[in-house]
């Protein structure tokens, strides 16, 4: 028995940068993911992400996360696409704030 599809944006990190970025639907990579395209059907999404990969000068590690409508685009709707909405987490806090322990 086969799954239905739900909704999915293409997702990958900045090459340079390393921040999470979404394809839109116009192929351009926004670090605001309700500028990405929502994708709802499965061979269109495939497609999207042929295309995402192709793009190996500007980002790495392409996928497709699930995502749903919201009212300003697409919103996340796992933890870890949620997580990633927010930006790097490429600053010193917690353990990392004391410093390395050798």
Do not use: C
């Amino acid at each position: 028995m086969t799954r239905d599809f739900t909704p999915k944006v293409v997702t990958a990190s900045a090459l340079l940068e390393g921040d999470a970025v979404w394809l839109t639907e116009d192929d351009r990579w926004t670090r605001n993911m309700a500028e990405a395209e929502l994708i709802e059907d499965e061979a269109h999404g495939d497609i999207r992400l042929l295309f995402a990969q192709s793009q190996s000068e500007t980002v790495v590690g392409a996928y497709l996360a699930d995502a749903k409508a919201g009212e300003a685009g697409p919103e996340p709707i796992h933890f870890r696409e949620a997580f990633r909405t927010r930006g790097p987490s490429n600053y010193r806090h917690g353990k990392q704030e004391a410093g390395p322990n050798f």
